[in-house]
Nanobody, 121 residues
Framework: VQLQASGGGLVQPGGSLRLSCAAS????????MGWYRQAPGRERELVAS???????NYGDFVKGRFAISQDNAKNTLILQMNSLEPEDTAVYSC????????????????WGQGTLVTVSS
């Protein structure tokens, strides 16, 4: 299993980025997956998750700005980020995990290497 995240970079506040997580060794459409982020000096936090049934959940801080999706033709997980703020600056990583009995995403052992997003003017 491999996960390869890409799409990060430097963007001005209010801008957009599209992150991709290319998967190999399994089928994204049959997996529960999530995007996490970790800013310097802060704990890693869940940004968005998508279950194998297509249910999507977002961190409270997203406030409708991000969208998680799948590109099944490319076996890729996508995170579209709009209206970016300086507080969104972090390393973003993708993960294959699962959904517990409460409907909450939990991380698994398969991680991508992370892609840096910097929001600054």
């Amino acid at each position: 299993v491999q996960l390869q995240a890409s799409g990060g970079g430097l963007v001005q506040p209010g801008g957009s980025l599209r992150l991709s997580c290319a998967a190999s060794g399994f089928t994204v459409a049959r997996a529960s997956m999530g995007w996490y982020r970790q800013a310097p000096g802060r704990e890693r936090e869940l940004v968005a998750s998508m279950s194998k049934s297509g249910a999507k959940n977002y961190g409270d801080f997203v406030k409708g700005r991000f969208a998680i999706s799948q590109d099944n033709a490319k076996n890729t997980l996508i995170l579209q980020m709009n209206s970016l703020e300086p507080e969104d600056t972090a390393v973003y990583s993708c993960n294959r995990g699962g959904i517990d009995w409460r409907g909450r995403y939990y991380s698994g052992v398969d991680w991508g290497q992370g892609t840096l997003v910097t929001v600054s003017s």
